[in-house]
């Protein structure tokens, strides 16, 4: 089992940032790769970022390239998300997930809300 704990999100004004940090517990060594999501009301799960946690590969979403950074702390066993230039279609519940390959399967977060307003 691996456990995630989200934190760092809440309201900010369009152009701020926000840093969104993901602590992870328990079968660690099991993990492939981490990742966020956020889900705006009324809209699917899309995936933002992801993470390879053995090489550091990183993948980012269209729509965030160029403003969104996701980077890992293996120490920490703690995967960030920097969000930069944010705009209020930014605004969703983010998602922290942990990824396990073989067999597969698939970890969440509580979530957390970033809302991004004047």
């Known amino acids: 089992q691996v456990q995630l704990v989200e934190s760092g999100g809440g309201l900010v004004q369009p152009g701020g940032s926000l840093r969104l940090s993901c602590a992870a517990s328990g079968s660690i060594a099991t993990i492939n790769a981490m990742g966020w999501f956020r889900q705006a009301p009324g809209k699917q799960r899309e995936v933002v970022a992801t993470?390879?946690?053995?090489?550091?590969?990183?993948n980012h979403a269209d729509s965030v390239k160029g403003r969104f950074t996701i980077s890992r702390d293996n120490a920490k066993n703690t995967v960030y998300l920097q969000m930069n230039s944010l705009k209020p279609e930014d605004t969703a519940v983010y998602y922290c997930?942990?990824?396990?390959?073989?067999?597969?399967?698939?970890?969440w977060g509580q979530g957390t809300q970033v809302t991004v307003s004047s």
């Open positions: 993470i390879i946690t053995r090489g550091g590969f990183t």
């Open positions: 997930n942990a990824q396990r390959y073989v067999p597969r399967r698939d970890y």
